[in-house]
Every structure is written in structure tokens, then in C-alpha cells.
């Protein structure tokens, strides 16, 4: 089985703003321009998520489970 590595981590850049006298701070504000940095990201979390679905040990069985049920649905 191949070793999962940790998710990548998203930068920190702390935008505030004052609305009303109450002051709001967002940290990835970047994230809504989107751009290279953010998919180069996004890239790196579905990875990250693919790799753990695929090591869990019981997957192809729920993966059927999970298709039968939902053709019970059509």
C-alpha cells in the first residue's frame, strides 16, 4: 500500500473589514479571485482526497454498496 501524505496547506493572508463598527477578518479571501495559486490548491486537496478514499481498506465493497443504492433511486 502506498504512504498518503497530508493535504496541502492553504495560505494565510488576513484581509479585515469593518462593517457596522464590527470587524470581520477572512484569511482566504484569495481563495475567491481563484487564479494559478488557488487551482495549483484545489489540485492538491483532490489528490490528497483521492488517495484517501482509495487506501480505505473496505472502498470497493461501499462503492457497490453505495452504486446499488442509488440506482434503487432511478
Not at 500500500?1 to 470587524?23: C, E, F, N, Q
Amino acid at each position: 500500500m502506498s504512504k498518503v501524505t497530508g493535504p496541502p496547506i492553504a495560505r494565510v493572508d488576513v484581509v479585515r473589514d469593518t462593517l457596522h463598527g464590527i470587524t470581520i477578518e477572512d484569511a482566504y479571501r484569495w481563495m475567491e479571485v481563484g487564479g494559478e495559486e488557488f487551482r495549483h490548491w484545489l489540485d492538491g486537496q483532490a489528490r490528497h482526497a483521492r488517495q484517501e478514499l482509495d487506501a480505505l481498506p473496505h472502498r470497493p465493497g461501499l462503492l457497490a454498496r453505495i452504486r446499488e443504492l442509488g440506482g434503487a433511486l432511478t
